[in-house]
């Protein structure tokens, strides 16, 4: 069962921009910033206890990682505590779904 919408990532082309924009202009807060190898991902709420964030992605490198994906539209991210068995209804539903995979957040 989804919980709650957690995060709805944003694909941006300057990630230090947008996060600007989100803090200095709209008054957002910076909840974590990871910077690895692999990706730079900074989440921005509007209140550091907020339930949903907004995740700034970069748009060239999560093209590169997803082709397929859409990057003309943000994508949602729904949380829940039981995301095998989300998955497997997902799938017995015919919904589309890709790969579970497990990133160094969470």
């Known amino acids: 069962m989804i919980q709650q919408l957690g995060q709805v990532m944003i694909y941006v082309d300057n990630q230090d921009a947008a996060k600007s924009f989100w803090?200095?202009?709209?008054?957002?807060?910076?909840?974590?910033?990871?910077?690895?190898?692999q990706f730079r991902m900074i989440e921005i709420a509007p209140t550091s206890n907020a339930e949903t964030s907004f995740v700034l992605q970069?748009?060239?490198?999560?093209?590169?990682?997803?082709?397929n994906l859409n990057l003309g539209?943000?994508?949602?991210?729904?949380?829940?505590?039981?995301?095998?068995?989300?998955?497997?209804?997902?799938?017995a539903k015919e919904i589309t779904v890709g790969d579970l995979v497990e990133i160094p957040s969470g």
């Open 23 to 37: 803090t200095e202009k709209v008054g957002f807060t910076v909840r974590s910033e990871e910077n690895n190898a």
């Open 73 to 91: 539209t943000p994508s949602i991210m729904f949380f829940t505590d039981t995301i095998e068995s989300l998955y497997e209804e997902f799938k």
């Open 58 to 67: 970069n748009k060239q490198m999560v093209a590169q990682m997803e082709p």
